[in-house]
Nanobody
Framework: QLQASGGGLVQPDGSLRLSCAAS????????IAWFHQAPGKNREGVSC????????NYANSVKGQFTISKDNAKNTVYLQMNNLIPEDTAVYYC?????????????????WGQGTQVTVSS
């Protein structure tokens, strides 16, 4: 199972760090991706990190703004989000799979966390 947490209400230009913790498997054997779904919109990939090499990738819209990382000792993947803008408001989900590579393609992922709400507003 995956547990996403760390969301909340933040002012524009603020920061949040989301966490994705696994309880029944070892994250360094899985690719992990973060997705977000804004109100009225489809779910979109934000970032991903591969299980074996820790290779990262980002959606163009968040490059330089978000950073994905993992702590194998804590079995947790993080998404550091800086300089947040109202358009970043969404429910953020983490997902895991054991595929060959990490992508931001929703259909790749087998395990999903429950989502955590991020609201950017003054």
């Amino acid at each position: 199972q995956l547990q996403a947490s760390g969301g909340g209400l933040v002012q524009p230009d603020g920061s949040l760090r989301l966490s994705c913790a696994a309880s029944r498997f070892t994250l360094d054997e899985y690719n992990i991706a973060w997705f977000h779904q804004a109100p009225g919109k489809n779910r979109e990939g934000v970032s991903c990190i591969s299980g074996s090499l820790g290779t990262t990738n980002y959606a163009n819209s968040v490059k330089g703004q978000f950073t994905i990382s993992k702590d194998n000792a804590k079995n947790t993947v993080y998404l550091q989000m800086n300089n947040l803008i109202p358009e970043d408001t969404a429910v953020y989900y983490c997902a895991a799979d054991r595929g060959w590579i990490a992508t931001m393609i929703e259909e790749q992922y087998e395990y999903w966390g429950q989502g955590t709400q991020v609201t950017v507003s003054s």
